[in-house]
């Protein structure tokens, strides 16, 4: 993945979920990061009857998960985010 490809990103977010993000102090850099990493490799899962995706992405030992659908290219709304620094390792 590129810097250039995730800094294309465009996010639409209501106040709510801006405050949400802000709460659990998730970037918008982060998220665009999940959703780039999503759509240029297809790794999201499809959520039927609802349009839209739910994309993880490992950033700096932080696993984020968006929810997100697409609106136009480059162009997404975000409804939730969320993150966790647990490592899950297998023996």
């Known amino acids: ?54 994309a993880k992405k490992e950033i700096n030992e932080v696993t984020y998960y968006v929810e997100y659908s697409v609106v136009e290219e480059n162009t997404y709304v975000v409804y939730s985010a969320y993150c966790h620094r647990a490592k899950l390792v297998e023996e």
């Open 1 to 54: 993945m590129s810097t250039q490809g995730y800094e294309k990103v465009k996010l639409q977010k209501s106040a709510e979920v801006t405050e949400l993000l802000e709460s659990r102090h998730i970037l918008d850099d982060e998220v665009k990061m999940v959703i780039d990493n999503a759509e240029s490799t297809g790794e999201k899962l499809y959520q039927p009857g609802r349009d839209r995706f739910l």
